[in-house]
């Protein structure tokens, strides 16, 4: 009896301990764990199938982000402005080099066009002249000019094209600013190269050299126009004003046939000759066209 007694305190006793100790709670998160063992009681897929599953889920969510796309047009426009800034700064550099390139031609000095050979030169900007300014010019260059005897010193003229660069001027453009209108059909039949030189005997010479490109018609004009010549090239190159009305003689100089214009005294002022059929030499004194006449021939023969 009291055995039986014993084995209903242990038992209540151990009802009482059970109630007394606290059941254990499940974690209401669930993990990755817990839901692959849901779906595993009623799949027969794997473990490794559901993880792979899950991950390309991931992956699909992932490509159809809206973050994603907005991410993928951040990158291709930093990609396109890197690509702007670069070839930008490519086009700059290029630019300055070839601005560098062309004031470096811009300040090089311009180099005359030689029909004879030279001892000295000297430059004349044709730029923004009167023929008056260019005529005082020409004529202070002819009297001040300190060149030893049977010495030539050559006055070449330049100007800014249209583009602002500094060029080599052109026998119109010397012919327009130096002459009247009189005789600007003559520039027609003229070729662009011409030496303005000053020749060095008892006193300074000057002369001028043109290239004649079309003879047949530079000839009958030059005659027509004789009456302006003295006037015009003339005066610029020092002949006095005085002698401007007297006409033009033939004669032969140097196995040359030249017209010419004498004074009281029968010495020459003013003259032209041309050389062969295409260059034609203006000249103040015999001295200076024999000198220009060798020249021109060992030059011709040398070139």
């Known amino acids: 009896m009291d055995n039986e007694n014993d084995l209903n305190k242990n038992n209540n006793s151990q009802k009482v301990s059970q109630k007394k100790t606290p059941s254990k709670k499940r974690s209401a998160i669930k993990t990755?764990?817990?839901?692959?063992?849901?779906?595993?009681?009623?799949?027969?897929?794997?473990?490794?199938?559901?993880?792979?599953?899950?991950?390309?889920k991931k992956e699909e969510k992932q490509r159809n982000s809206p973050k994603r796309g907005k991410n993928v047009l951040l990158i291709f426009l930093s990609s396109v402005f890197v690509i702007i800034g670069v070839v930008t700064i490519f086009i700059i550099i290029y630019f300055v080099q070839i601005k560098n390139q062309q004031d470096e031609i811009d300040s090089a000095p311009v180099q005359a066009e030689?029909?004879?050979?030279?001892?000295f030169r000297s430059e004349i900007d044709l730029e923004n002249i009167n023929v008056?300014?260019?005529t005082s010019i020409f004529r202070s260059e002819i009297e001040g000019a300190t060149v030893p005897v049977s010495e030539i010193k050559l006055l070449y003229f330049t100007n800014k094209n249209q583009f602002g660069r500094k060029?080599?001027?052109t026998a119109g453009d010397f012919l327009e600013k130096i002459t009247s209108r009189q005789i600007g059909p003559l520039i027609r039949s003229l070729g662009p190269h011409f030496n303005t030189g000053i020749y060095s005997g008892i006193d300074n010479y000057p002369f001028l050299i043109f290239e004649v490109d079309v003879y047949s018609t530079f000839f009958?004009?030059?005659l027509n126009l004789e009456e302006h010549l003295l006037s015009t090239l003339g005066v610029a190159m020092g002949?006095?004003?005085?002698?401007?009305?007297?006409?033009?003689?033939?004669?032969?100089?140097?196995?040359?046939d030249t017209r010419v214009v004498l004074n009281e005294e029968a010495k020459i002022v003013f003259g032209y000759s041309f050389i062969g059929k295409d260059k034609v030499v203006f000249f103040t004194d015999e001295q200076a066209l024999?000198?220009?006449?060798?020249?021109?021939?060992?030059f011709h023969i040398r070139h």
């Open 132 to 134: 008056r300014e260019l």
């Open 114 to 119: 030689l029909l004879i050979d030279v001892e």
């Open 32 to 56: 990755y764990r817990d839901y692959a063992a849901e779906s595993l009681k009623g799949d027969t897929k794997s473990l490794a199938e559901l993880i792979i599953q899950e991950k390309r």
């Open 239 to 256: 002949v006095p004003f005085d002698h401007s009305g007297k006409g033009f003689s033939d004669l032969v100089l140097f196995n040359q």
């Open 220 to 222: 009958p004009e030059i």
């Open 290 to 298: 024999r000198e220009v006449l060798n020249r021109l021939e060992d």
């Open 167 to 169: 060029v080599l001027s």
